[in-house]
Every structure is written in C-alpha cells, then in structure tokens.
C-alpha cells in the first residue's frame, strides 16, 4: 500500500511538476518576504504578465502544431508601433499621420491584429505550401517584419522617435483596471478562455491535435492539413497583433525594439508549461503557469534581491528541467 501511494505520488509530482515548481516558488519568496502576497504585488505581476500570456497562447498553438515560429516578437513589435501611429491624439506635435483625426480605440487595436494575421497567412504559406522548415521559415520572416517595420517606423515626420502622445482611451486599455483588475488582464483571460474553445470545443482544435500528433495519420484521415497549418499560424499572428497594441497601450510607446526575444520567452513559456516540442500536446493552463512561473522569478526574486544574474541561472536551469521531462513524456509516449 505505501509502494502504491508513493507511486501515486511520484507521477502526480510528475505530471504536474509545473505547479508543483510555481508553488515552491511562491512560498520560498513569501517566506523571505511576507509582502510578496499582498494583492499589490500579484497584481503588478498578473498586469506585467498579460501581454506575455497572449504571445505565448499563440505560440503554444504552433507547439501543438509541431511547428516553430520564431517571428512572433517581431510581429508583436510591427502591430505596436502600426497601432501607436493609429492611436496618437490630433494635437501631439509629433503625430505620424498629421492629416489623419483622431480614431476610435478599436481601430488601432483591429489594425494591429489584421497586421499579425497577414504575417501569420504568410508565415502558414511558406511553412506549408513551399514546405520550409519552420525554424528557418519564421526566422527569415522575422528579419522581414523588422525590416518593414523599421521602413515604417523612419517615415517623417516620426523618423524613428519614439511613437507617443496617445488617446485617453487607448492608455487607459494598457494602464485602468475595473474593480482593481487590470482592462489588460481581462483582455488576457479572455484570450485564454477562447483559445481553450478553440481546442476543446471545435473542430478545428480536434483536428490540430491530430495534426500535431500525426500528420500522415491526419491526411489519412481525409483532414486538410494545409488548412489547419493556415489557420493555426493566423490565429497565432492575431495574437501577437493583439499583443503588439496592448503592449503600446500599456507602455504609452512604441519603437523598433519592441517585442525583442517575447517569442523566445513564449517558446520557454510553453515549454516549461507542458506543451511537447514534438506536437499534439498543449493546454491553456500549462501556458498561464508557464507564464507566470517566469514573471514571479523575475518580480519575486527581484524583490526579495537576488541578482539578476542568478535569475537567469535558475530561468535556464527550470527550461532545461522542463524540457527532460517533456522528453521524456515523449519517451514514454512512443513505448
């Protein structure tokens, strides 16, 4: 009987060793630092972590794909600052289109999300109908996306400033909060509950798992695998678009430089959250945890004082934990 429960045990540690991870966190940091519960700073650390939530959900669709996108951060940087030119006040001396009145804030935010969508179709084009490799597809699209985006970016009369002087409205969706939670976090939770019925509840999240599980089962099976790989990268993109602007919103700017390395911290995100870099497996609130788990570090272990250095030590050392036990989850799989 004590074999058994400890067996029971051991791959319950397993299968959530995520949470089990963030856990232990949270209460080593709170016990260094009693302060670190208060409402104050878990909602500092859930308003910083939105943005990264929203890359990372689209991120872990491409996972499940058993696909790679390194081009997110860059996307996300593009729809910034297009959404930054579109969300400025008619009196900001600076205003990148002069001629242009002053939008609703939906607009901005649309125009961010069709900018990632396009990118993404682009992405799914060349991945799937040339047959590039992923890796080497998306990261020649990133140098795209910087390139056009650094194009716009020195048009006069901006020539490269940093974007500024935006609406009441559009900072307001980066900074104000509703009975204290965050319009960005509401926004994130949002994305969460609608890409889980995506996955769940439709079929084309039937049919992705398949596809990332097995892609000559899936095109046995009579499913389109072109489409699913399509649509897949879009709904990523519309991500990293939506993304883009919140992350202008809540900054009151935008540069070239925005969303530097968010896709490698998307893809580590996913990773440490149980999503397999093999394909097929994927869930909302692995990701969320990923997320997290990455943000307490950095907000916590600031907070209590540890170096940066060392934060960065214990970052790589739970991505390289994570990724041995996704092997061997795998391994495990393939018996």
Not at 139 to 167: H, V
Request: with cysteine; net charge positive.
């Amino acid at each position: 009987m004590i074999a058994i429960n400890r067996n029971k045990i051991r791959d319950f540690v397993f299968a959530n060793a995520i949470f089990v991870i963030l856990l232990s966190l949270i209460i080593i940091i709170a016990i260094i630092s009693p302060k670190f519960l208060s409402f104050r700073v878990l909602r500092d650390i859930l308003m910083q972590s939105s943005v990264r939530i929203i890359v990372a959900l689209g991120c872990m669709l491409i996972c499940v794909l058993g696909s790679a996108d390194l081009s997110g951060g860059r996307m996300l940087g593009l729809a910034a600052v297009i959404s930054g030119t579109l969300a400025q006040s008619a009196s900001y001396y600076l205003k990148y289109w002069p001629n242009l009145s002053e939008l609703p804030i939906f607009v901005p935010i649309l125009a961010a999300m069709l900018v990632g969508t396009a990118g993404g179709l682009f992405n799914g084009f060349v991945v799937a109908k040339l047959r590039v490799p992923a890796f080497l597809a998306t990261l020649g699209s990133q140098m795209i996306f910087l390139g056009m985006n650094s194009l716009y970016f020195n048009r006069p009369p901006n020539s490269s400033q940093p974007l500024g002087g935006y609406l009441a409205s559009f900072s307001n969706l980066g900074t104000g909060s509703v009975f204290n939670i965050p319009y960005v976090s509401i926004i994130a939770i949002s994305c969460m509950a609608l890409i889980w019925f995506l996955q769940t509840k439709t079929r084309f999240g039937h049919e992705l798992f398949i596809v990332g599980g097995n892609r000559e089962a899936a095109r046995v099976s009579g499913i389109s695998v072109l489409k699913i790989e399509m649509i897949t990268f879009a709904v990523a993109g519309a991500m990293y678009g939506l993304a883009g602007s919140l992350e202008a919103a809540r900054t009151g700017s935008a540069t070239t430089g925005y969303g530097s390395a968010y896709e490698l911290d998307a893809i580590a995100s996913c990773i440490i959250g149980g999503c397999s870099l093999s394909g097929g497996i994927g869930k909302v609130g692995g990701v969320f945890a990923g997320v997290i788990i990455f943000n307490v570090i950095s907000y916590g272990l600031t907070f209590i004082g540890v170096s940066p250095y060392w934060q960065n030590v214990i970052k790589g050392s739970i991505i390289i934990i994570a990724i041995a036990i996704d092997m061997r989850k795998y391994a495990a799989r393939k018996k």
